[in-house]
């Protein structure tokens, strides 16, 4: 303990270094489950698409959108969310290391703790963890591109993934998943569709969680919504989820509050 005053604080400082994300950009950080194939193997996750544990990310996504105002914008497929923050943030002063340990251990606990609410019936069998990382978008432009090619990537592999699935599990053809991997190896989107025809699958009348992910993000103006027996009200600037297109840019002309 004589040693305590010997310790010179900026000294020890000096050592950390600076991490400021480029100003005035937009800062998207994207978390990813890690080693999620276990994770969904382990808890016995529907093949190709549990829908429950898609809705248990959801809504760990809008508590993030909840906690941090300066988060406009999430989209999320399979084990992944991308959070988009205005380019004006100065949240953590635009430190990379506090703004993506801060999403990420947010997103986490949260999954934890709402695991219950989706999943009754099926216990927990050991502590999930996502990591993050932080991009800076210098034009509303590319930051679009970044997003639509979050959703390209989830639909060839949501297409992918159904063809595999069905394949496997389909009764008549009986295929191992060697097999099923090899019939799908080079094979492009029309011979795809072709094969899910074959095994009387309507790839269009999927459910649009599957085929287009999850937006994230809050209400202009207040909305009636209808949905299905259930109607109600949302609030202006009540945070939602919904399964649009947005590599179309109309989405983003007719949202341009959330972004731009
Ligand atoms: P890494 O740690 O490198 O991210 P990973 O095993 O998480 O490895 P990913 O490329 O992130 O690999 O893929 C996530 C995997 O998690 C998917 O391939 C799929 O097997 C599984 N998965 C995630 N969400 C779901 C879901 N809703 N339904 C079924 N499977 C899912
Ligand atoms: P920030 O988000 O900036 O870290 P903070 O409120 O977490 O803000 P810290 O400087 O990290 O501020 O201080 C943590 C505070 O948490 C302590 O000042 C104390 O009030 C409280 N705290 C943490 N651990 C304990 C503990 N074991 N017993 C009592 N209080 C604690
Ligand atoms: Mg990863
Ligand atoms: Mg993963
Ligand atoms: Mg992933
Ligand atoms: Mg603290």
Same mark, same amino acid.
């Given at each position: 303990?004589?040693?305590?005053?010997?310790?010179?604080?900026?000294?020890?400082?000096?050592?950390?270094?600076?991490?400021?994300?480029?100003?005035?950009?937009?800062?998207?950080?994207?978390?990813?489950?890690?080693?999620?194939?276990?994770?969904?193997?382990?808890?016995?996750?529907? #093949?190709?698409?549990?829908?429950?544990?898609?809705?248990?990310?959801?809504?760990?996504?809008?508590?993030?959108?909840?906690?941090?105002?300066?988060?406009?914008?999430?989209?999320?497929?399979?084990?992944?969310? %991308?959070?988009?923050?205005? #380019?004006?943030?100065?949240?953590?002063?635009?430190? *990379?290391?506090?703004?993506?340990?801060?999403?990420?251990?947010?997103?986490?606990?949260?999954?934890?703790?709402?695991?219950?609410?989706?999943?009754?019936?099926?216990?927990?069998?050991?502590?999930? *963890?996502?990591?993050?990382?932080?991009?800076?978008?210098?034009?509303?432009?590319?930051?679009?591109?970044?997003?639509?090619?979050?959703?390209?990537?989830?639909?060839?592999?949501?297409?992918?993934?159904?063809?595999?699935?069905?394949?496997?599990?389909?009764?008549?053809?009986?295929?191992?998943?060697?097999?099923?991997?090899?019939?799908?190896?080079?094979?492009?989107?029309?011979?795809?569709?072709?094969?899910?025809?074959?095994? #009387? /699958?309507?790839?269009? %009348?999927?459910?649009?969680?599957?085929?287009?992910? *999850? %937006?994230?993000?809050?209400?202009?103006?207040?909305?009636?919504?209808?949905?299905?027996?259930? *109607?109600?009200?949302?609030?202006?600037?009540?945070?939602?989820?919904?399964?649009?297109?947005? /590599?179309?840019?109309?989405?983003?002309?007719?949202?341009?509050?959330?972004?731009?």
């Amino acid at each position: 303990t004589k040693d305590i005053g010997k310790i010179e604080p900026d000294f020890v400082r000096s050592f950390q270094f600076e991490n400021k994300l480029l100003p005035l950009t937009w800062v998207v950080v994207r978390i990813d489950g890690c080693h999620f194939h276990r994770f969904s193997d382990v808890h016995e996750f529907e #093949k190709p698409n549990d829908e429950q544990a898609l809705k248990l990310m959801n809504s760990c996504a809008v508590a993030v959108l909840e906690e941090f105002e300066d988060i406009h914008f999430a989209y999320g497929v399979s084990d992944e969310y %991308s959070f988009v923050l205005k #380019k004006e943030s100065e949240l953590y002063k635009r430190q *990379s290391s506090k703004i993506i340990s801060a999403i990420a251990s947010l997103f986490t606990s949260t999954y934890v703790i709402k695991w219950r609410d989706f999943f009754p019936h099926k216990e927990l069998k050991y502590p999930p *963890s996502f990591d993050g990382r932080a991009v800076c978008y210098p034009t509303y432009k590319i930051l679009l591109d970044y997003l639509a090619w979050r959703q390209v990537d989830c639909h060839i592999n949501n297409q992918y993934n159904t063809c595999f699935w069905n394949l496997v599990n389909n009764n008549k053809s009986k295929k191992t998943k060697e097999e099923s991997q090899a019939r799908l190896k080079g094979t492009q989107t029309r011979e795809k569709m072709e094969i899910l025809r074959e095994l #009387k /699958i309507e790839y269009n %009348s999927l459910p649009l969680i599957f085929r287009m992910g *999850s %937006s994230v993000f809050r209400l202009k103006e207040a909305a009636a919504v209808e949905n299905g027996v259930v *109607s109600g009200k949302k609030l202006e600037g009540q945070v939602v989820v919904d399964h649009c297109n947005i /590599i179309e840019r109309c989405f983003w002309e007719e949202h341009p509050h959330i972004l731009s």
